[in-house]
């Protein structure tokens, strides 16, 4: 899985922004940040369709994500989600799909639904979104269970409880985080300690925020950005290297945890 990718949420809420969320996508495409995150709930379907816009020829450079509801997540319910997902991305297959958050439907249910899917190569992985340590075990016990890829979940500078004990977790069973709001939803960008830090290092604050996140070992970023000087800024991350002076600094302003934290969700 690429370690660089692009969120959607909040794209194709409003049809007088889907050009420049189709560009932005496209330039993401062109530096490189090949991994594309979205979600059948993300503007109703039509975040999907912004995405099948954008990787419209270009299928074959794209790692794509996407995400069932939990109330479709019953064993024929996700097979019928994924295909309405498949249709509005214009793709016959997703390189990964994900649980979006824990519901009523029995896990094993839905595991069974994504083995299906991966039997029948519409979808290449699976995994969950906004499991904590309690879902992750629970998960893992069941059959198939440890074919999980990957847990996408809250991580940032401001938000690192998971570093206690879910990222050991998932480091052990070799499953990928994806760190979601990455850059807290661009309230980073506004931190006055990180604004002076990134001053001085004469970068973007979004470019340190994401260049951090990505010497986590296990770790993929998936910034949101429909401005191309904001997807500029955050494929900067890939050459900032992050010294270990710069390392204590933000360690002394953003804590990491000193004991469990509950799992923070959005
Ligand atoms: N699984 C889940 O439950 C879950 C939950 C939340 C998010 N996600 C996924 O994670 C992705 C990222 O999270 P997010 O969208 O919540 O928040 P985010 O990526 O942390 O922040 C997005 C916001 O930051 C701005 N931004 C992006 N790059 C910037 C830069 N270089 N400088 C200044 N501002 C910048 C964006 O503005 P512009 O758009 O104007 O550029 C947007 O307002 C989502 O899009 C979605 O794919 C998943």
Not at 52 to 59: L, V
Not at 74 to 84: L, M, P, Q
Not at 175 to 187: F, K, Q, V
Not at 243 to 250: F, G, I, M
């Amino acid at each position: 899985m690429p370690v660089l990718g692009l969120g959607t949420w909040r794209m194709g809420e409003q049809a007088r922004g889907r050009a420049n969320e189709v560009a932005a996508l496209r330039l993401g495409l062109d530096l490189g940040m090949t991994l594309i995150d979205t979600a059948e709930m993300y503007g109703d379907g039509s975040a999907e369709e912004v995405v099948g816009e954008a990787i419209d020829g270009r299928r074959d450079e794209v790692f794509l994500v996407s995400k069932v509801y939990p109330h479709n997540a019953s064993r024929k319910g996700v097979i019928a989600a994924c295909e309405r997902s498949l249709k509005r991305l214009a793709t016959d297959r997703l390189d990964l799909y994900l649980l979006h958050w824990r519901g009523r439907v029995p896990l094993r249910e839905t595991v069974a639904g994504f083995e299906a899917l991966r039997g029948s190569g519409q979808i290449r992985a699976w995994g969950v979104s906004n499991f904590d340590v309690k879902d992750m075990e629970e998960l893992l016990a069941l059959p198939s269970g440890d074919q999980c890829a990957a847990n996408q979940v809250q991580y940032h500078l401001r938000c690192r409880g998971i570093e206690w004990d879910l990222l050991p977790l998932c480091r052990r069973r070799r499953i990928a985080i994806m760190a979601y709001s990455p850059l807290d939803e661009g309230r980073l960008m506004k931190h006055r300690q990180l604004l002076t830090i990134a001053q001085r290092e004469r970068v973007a604050p979004a470019t340190i925020a994401l260049a951090w996140l990505l010497v986590q070992q296990g770790v993929a970023v998936i910034p949101k950005a429909a401005d191309a000087a904001h997807v500029q800024d955050n494929k900067n991350a890939t050459d900032f290297a992050l010294s270990e002076h710069l390392t204590q600094e933000l360690d002394a302003v953003f804590p990491p945890p000193h004991g469990p934290v509950p799992l923070q969700v959005i």
